[in-house]
């Protein structure tokens, strides 16, 4: 596997699932961020970890629930979604240096959730 | 306000012809960068260039280029002799130092429809 790989790629649940992304990294990278990507609306941010410690969280509801038990594995873990929790979603990594402007993300294919 | 504007909902270029993508952003950072990626209808999003604040020159990488006028705080994309496969959505990306968040803003994109 090469890159950043997510699974599963499409997931359908119903308002009382629990369910769990994942994502996984093989890049050698520290930092791996959720991003959520609604119909008509640019990607948002989710949550940002950078050496397993989340640093960024863009005031997500506790429905969703993120894990990162080491710098190459990241889960988003779901419970009681709500329709409008339907998306994709989108998971990255980078190699994170010290405030550097130009650090690229690298984004996996998503996963595609439906809420029923 | 915005960060990043896509003023461009949807364009269509020939194959074989070069086509412009329209990005503006506001920031009041001396130091940011910016990034585009293109998103096929596959879901995954693809970097495609960067550009510092910093760097004298437009950066160019294969067909893509951009077009970086800083006054006018204008980050085009330039997409020489399209390709069918160029059809697809474009997003223009910021990170700004200041802020000391290491996600990116997004856009809310370009659709390219590229024509035989």
Redesign the interface.
Known sequence: ETGVTQTPRHLVMGMTNKKSLKCEQHLGHN?M?WYKQSA????E?MF?Y?FKEQ??N?SVPSRFSPECPNSSHLFLHLHTLQPEDSA?Y?C?S?H?GQ?E??????????T?LLVL | AQK?TQTQPGMFVQEKEAVTLDCTYDTSDQ???L?W?KQPS??????LI?Q??YDEQNATEGRYSLNFQKARKSANLVISASQLGDSAMY?C?M???DT?????T????TRLQVQP
């Open positions: 930092a961020y008509k609306k640019p990607l941010l940002v950078n640093t960024e863009n994709l989108l990255a980078s994170a405030g402007v130009g650090e690229t993300q690298y984004f996996g294919p998503g595609r | 990043i130091s940011y960068g990034f990626y596959s879901g995954e999003m693809i970097f960067y510092g604040s997003f990306a990170r700004e130092r000391g968040r290491r996600a990116l997004f856009g809310s994109g």
